[in-house]
């Protein structure tokens, strides 16, 4: 068990979440990515606590986790906002920026 | 060997759990795949000595996290045709995976240049963290307790339904 | 003074240019004639002031202007030279220009634009003047180019009539391709001249710098200009075609002043020219013809003006045969005589075309000698004139040109001219004695002839008798006063005295012939010459030179200008051009969907940016 297969998974892990990001128009499922991701980042924290021996790292993740939590409050609050806003989960629905400004 | 056939198939968890979670059409399954992930990523934090954070995990991450989500899933209750229509779902995701994969392996290729071996340590139980927590993450601690308060304020603001005028 | 000499014609024609222009329809009568008759008049006393300084020993006259180009060694000033040479051409240009203008304003006093004629009309005498004033090539050529644009805008005077506009434009066209050659000319010059200042004291001081051979191609070019200018072969087409102007016009412009440019460019150049006998003996060869052709035709003409026309062509030549030969005051002598009996002529037949309503076929005149005494006395003398007749002004020039050429051995030459000059006097003869003499089927009624219209003409028969008495040769007891004058490099000829009275009895006999046949055939009953033979037809026709020159030379390129314009124009210009646009139109219409305000796609777009960053520093920076 070499902190090289750790990498790996970091890596593998934080890709997929990347794809899942780019890729998906279901607005769960974006957020799921986005936990996906920080989460792995939390896992290479824990990787370099045992490398270096200091539980620094491990306290790090702990606050990560707590922040991971309030965000994803806010996240779901989103959502839920939006969907009262236009009844619709999807992505592609929010489109506002491209919306024409009537001139005064 | 045994560490490294329950890397395996920890690692099994998290990655079939992710894919499953990109890939699936509905929402709730895909919340599921997450689930999976999340209790993977508990095992892994124990795997490395991290007792304490393993457990925070499973609290926060699963008990919380996790049950919100579905909560808020089943709330939101989308019936079938009103989820996103997504025909091109399967190309998008593959013109992610080759635009990812560069990233990928330079990730992979930065970290590698980090430490190669484990030392032996002690594990990390609660007593180690949280003698670490409260003497050098003192502050960051605290800032965190506002950030939490904060965001349950925000999420009450953003999530409350209009108030008519009467 | 001397520049005052152009510039004075310049102001007036500004003057009364911007009067006229802000009120085309008021008629001031006489602010016009006033200007535009006293301004040539006070030019014509300045230039016979400045030539009586010259004739009494004053060295060469120069004065600048101001500097026009100044662009490192090329130095171009606004300046004028008078020196002998162009002491003679300003006086009789001046003098006879003036008379002209004075019976222009007779002729032209019904006129609506009379205003704008005498604009047009003082234009060119200013540019004449420069032309002639010059001291450097550059200058000349813009007065060349003025005095064509002045020709342009003369001859399409009565401009409703589209066939005036068509004549005026080929002058124009024509006198262009002739510029072509004059401007390669005088860059062959400078370029050769490197070093030293352009004005014709120093090119004529340097000019053993040029090796034989461009010097032969800037004289042949330069002699294309005068081709276009001075109306001989291949050039000449143009000059029949201009007689659709007022006959004023005519008079100055296409008898007297203008078409002269081309002898005088020679004289001037005569430092150059004397160096390439070669080029000279071509120059020669072209006048003979071009001399010969334009009496051929005019012994079939019908209009009166165009028969004129081809006279003047046939008497350019033989001032270019002078020219050329080398005997160059013999031509400035003969440009001097022909301006007085050309424009009399000229001016005689403008003043038969008013008095018969505008008639212009001398087939249908006749009889006039009883109505038109005076008109009819005047060009009896200039008819006597240009036929070579003594004591009149031609034969003392003509018979000049034609001793050179006998001298100097170019026994053809010599006789196409004396043949030419035999048939001068028989189409001459032939047009007087048509318009006064013959009985005529037709009865005309006399419209009066106003007096400002007549006077001149006494002026110029008088100046057509006397006018030869400047260049009388040693033989006949003169002293060749005006080639002593004019301090050219004549080339110098020996002939016995005894030689030069049987040419001169040779020439006095083919005018009398001529004068005869003339009468015999016309003086009784006349009428239009009908093509029955090929021969005549050919000739009546002019031997089809402008067929032949619209077949050859202006369908072709009519071809290519519609090739291109229909083929190229729209299919590669604007072809490439629509593609650009089309391509500019399909690459923003792609760009402009990539902002599609959908977020997912924006974070692809940062995707795109982090996998090609990754590709880059992974392989092409090296390992990390």
Known sequence: MTPNMFYLLVSILFSLGLIGLVSRRNLFIVYMSVELMLSSVNLLLATFSKLLGSPDGSVIALLMIAVIAAEAALFLAMIIHLYRAKKSIDSDNFVKLKERTNHA | ?166 | MLSLIVILPFLSAFFMGVLYLSNTKKKNYAFYTLVGVGTPAISTIFSLIIMYDLISGAPTMHSTLFSWINIGEFNINVAFMADKLSGVMISFITFIGTLIHVYAAGYMKDDTGYGKFFTYFNLFMGSMLLLVLADNPIMMFVGWELVGLSSYLLIGFYHHDSKNISAANKAFILNRVGDFGFIIAISLLFVSLEGTAFTFASIKAHIYMINHDTLSLIGVLLFVGAMGKSAQIPLYVWLPDAMAGPTPVSALIHAATMVTAGVYMVARYSFLYELIPDVGIFIATIGAASALFAAIIASYQSDIKKILAYSTMSQLGYMFIAVGLGAYSSGIFHVFTHAFFKALLFMGAGAVIIALHHEQNIFKMGGLKKHLKLIYLTMFIATLAISGIPPFAGFFSKDAILVTAFASEHYIIWGVGTLTAGLTAFYMFRLLFTVFHAKTKESHSIQKVPLSMTYPLLVLALGSATAGFLGVNEAYGGNSWINNFLNLPDVKLHLSHSTEYLLGALNVILGLLGMGLAYKLFAQETQEPNQNTLLKQVIINKFYIDEIYLALIIKPLFLVSHFISKVIDPKIFDGTINLMVFTYMRLSLLFSSLQNAKVRYYALYVLVGVSAMSYYILFKLGEL
């Open chain 2, 1 to 166: 060997m045994l560490e490294l056939s329950i890397f395996v198939i920890l690692a099994l968890f998290m990655i079939g759990g992710s894919v499953a979670m990109i890939t699936n059409k509905q929402t709730i399954f895909s919340a599921f795949g997450f689930l999976v992930a999340m209790i993977g990523l508990a095992g892994m934090f124990a795997l490395l000595d991290s007792r304490f954070l393993a457990l925070a995990q499973i609290m926060v991450s699963v008990g919380a996290i996790v049950v919100l989500s579905m909560l808020t899933i089943l709330t939101i209750n989308a019936k079938e045709e009103s989820l996103p229509h997504e025909p091109h779902k399967y190309k998008w995701i593959l013109v992610s995976t080759i635009l990812v994969m560069p990233f990928t392996f330079l990730l992979y290729k930065t970290l590698s240049s980090f430490g190669q071996n484990f030392e032996l340590t002690q594990s990390f139980t609660s007593k180690v963290i949280g003698k670490t927590l409260f003497t050098n993450w003192v502050l960051p601690f605290e800032i965190v307790s506002i950030l939490l308060l904060a965001a349950m304020l925000g999420a009450i603001v953003i999530a409350r339904k209009e108030e008519k005028e009467l």
